[in-house]
């Protein structure tokens, strides 16, 4: 049976962040199962998380993956960056997320470098502190990435234009 890829499959990218195995002692001996972590985005401002458990770490891939894709969330962009400064926290990791000027590149560690890339994000000065566990750094990062708004949107909940906002300054 052949799988139809779709327009959304094409342009997608997915970063397996981590795979881990995990044993089940049992009376029989020791049980081995696999658990992927997947970080999965357009590189259009979408970006999605997920963990895939199976006995195969392939299929454990392909159900993070599927999950990831359909959990995404839009972030908003500011061409190749985000429009201001986030910190975000999960657990005992806290992340720093800062906007930076064209043709500075990504600086972001592991990570969080997995989803800057998701996201499509080209300039990036990102910093990791506290606990530096994977899915918690990933999940502190998408913490912060939901605090971001929009020009527009902040001006719509003023009941304002972006011309009017700009001139009140």
Known sequence: MTK???AEEANSFENVVSV???TKVTKGGKRFAF???VVSGDQKGNVGIA???SKEVSSAIAKATSRARKNRIAIPLRETTIPYTVEGRHGASKVIIRAASKG???IAGGPMRAVMEALGVKDILA???GSNNQQNVV???LNALAKLRSADHIARLRGKTIKE???GQ
């Open 4 to 6: 139809k890829h779709t």
């Open 20 to 22: 881990r195995r995990v």
């Open 35 to 37: 658990s992927a972590f």
């Open 51 to 53: 963990l895939g458990k």
């Open 104 to 106: 500075t590149g990504m």
């Open 127 to 129: 910093k990791s502190l």
């Open 139 to 141: 999940k502190a990062t």
């Open 165 to 167: 906002m700009i001139k």
